[in-house]
């Protein structure tokens, strides 16, 4: 049984907000006339249960029943987490 939720696929650009995330979807559209290439972006605020997806992740929302004013969206699951490259205070001190 399939049911008829739109999904987007986006990348998260804030979660500064508790169980909540802001997702950026990129959509990619040519002129009918012209054929110039334009890139447009949406955000949306989509409810994280887990609260564990960090700023950069690749996720796929789907459509929700209203959660709040305006959060309309879910994050469906995690396609691509980002990974954080912490440098550990290397200091390049060679004389």
């Known amino acids: 049984m399939t049911n008829n939720r739109r999904r987007l696929q986006g990348v998260v650009v804030s979660d ?32 994280d249960e887990s609260d564990q997806i960090k700023n950069g992740a690749v996720v796929q929302i789907v459509e929700s029943r209203p959660l709040s004013k305006r959060k309309r969206w879910a994050v469906e699951k995690v396609l691509e ?9 290397t200091d390049n001190d060679s004389e």
């Open 16 to 47: 500064k907000m508790d169980k909540t995330v802001v997702v950026e979807v990129t959509t990619i559209k040519r002129h009918p006339l012209y054929g110039k290439v334009t890139r447009t972006y949406q955000k949306y605020l989509a409810h």
């Open 81 to 89: 987490a980002q990974v954080l490259l912490e440098e550990e205070g």
